[in-house]
């Protein structure tokens, strides 16, 4: 399978992440990277490719004030980091009515919607580099060389909306892949990485023309708290085209296959003609923040049922924290996906 790489990826690496008012080591590290592609090159059978930058791409699916207030934040955190200062953090969450227009405090928690996702030197450019790749696999797919294209990058995705930051994502990559293929066809996005993907549910709620369907951990005790419920379901044109199917903690695989196999229906009742696949290993039973029993075998099962779908797929890497569990996931999903 070819794998495109975001080979800017390691620009950003935050310094850490709040718990229980303290400040310990972040989850989404560097080296979440080189635990999957080493794991993918002792696998064998994947080759690697990088992706050139590519800006026309995530103005598709982000607010311009939002790209120019990132690209703007990073360029400020370089220039403060000649005085020991390395990354901008949201302090306040403005509302009212122009929260907007009161100077960078308060921008950073406009353009922002946790305390998980500062803005280092690097995150422009690495996030840049990750929408980059996903819309080199979608062009892949789109013009049919491929039929599944992996894209290895980090930081993710899925929590970024339209014109807001948040889980570790900043620009949304399986988005980006979604909005070029809806160029040729319907699309479906499965997510399945243990948290909601609030983001992409964000960016398609109104379009009839992309399913968005995501299998995650209860919103009601698990990150983003905020949304994931089973009662979004779109608005206007988008009404019955989002579908959440919130599971309960300790979910194991007698639970987690009834809900795999209610969200690939819903896709397969949708008819597109593309997958995006958004994979978390953030379920699996060793993860430090996921919650769920999944065992490593567990997402062989997960690729081969996605891969009866027989729809030319996007696959984009979201979550997954625990090292180990992280390269043995991908390569279990991955040649699931492969098998016939
Ligand atoms: C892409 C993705 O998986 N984003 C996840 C963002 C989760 N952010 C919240 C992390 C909270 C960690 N604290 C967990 C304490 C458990 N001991
Ligand atoms: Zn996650």
Known sequence: MRVILNS?????????????????????????FGAIRGALEAAGGFTFENAAPNEECVAAVHHPAYVAYLRGASAEAKRANGGGLNSFWPTVFPFGPNPRARGAHALR?????????????????AALGGASAAFRAAELVAAGTEKSVYV?????????????????C??????????????????????????????????????????????????????PFFSGFADETGTGPGLGANMNVPLP???????????????????????????????????????????????TDFFGEMGAA???LGLPAVIV???GYNL????????????????R
């Open 8 to 32: 800017r990826h390691a620009d950003h690496a935050a310094p850490g992440e709040f718990e229980a008012g303290a400040v310990v080591p972040c989850h989404e590290a560097p080296g979440r």
């Open 109 to 125: 928690g406009a353009y922002c919607f946790d305390v998980y996702t500062p803005i280092l030197p690097g995150t422009f450019g």
């Open 152 to 168: 290895l990058s980090r930081p993710p995705g899925h929590h970024a909306e339209h014109d807001r930051c948040g889980g570790y």
């Open 170 to 223: 900043y620009f949304n990559n399986a988005a980006v892949a979604a909005q070029h293929l809806s160029r040729l066809g319907k699309v479906a996005v499965l997510d399945l990485d243990v948290h909601h993907g609030n983001g992409t549910q964000h960016i398609f709620y109104d379009r009839a023309d992309v399913l968005t369907v995501s299998v995650h951990g209860d919103p009601a005790g698990l990150y």
């Open 249 to 295: 903690p300790g979910t194991d695989p007698d639970g987690y296959r009834p809900a795999l196999a209610h969200a690939l229906d819903a896709v397969a009742r949708f008819r597109p003609a593309f997958l995006v696949f958004a994979f978390g290993a953030d379920a699996h039973e060793a993860d430090p923040i996921g919650g769920l029993k999944l065992p």
């Open 306 to 308: 996605v891969r009866g």
């Open 317 to 319: 890497q979201e979550g």
């Open 324 to 339: 180990g569990a992280l390269g043995a996931s991908a390569v279990a999903l991955l040649r699931g996906v492969e098998s």
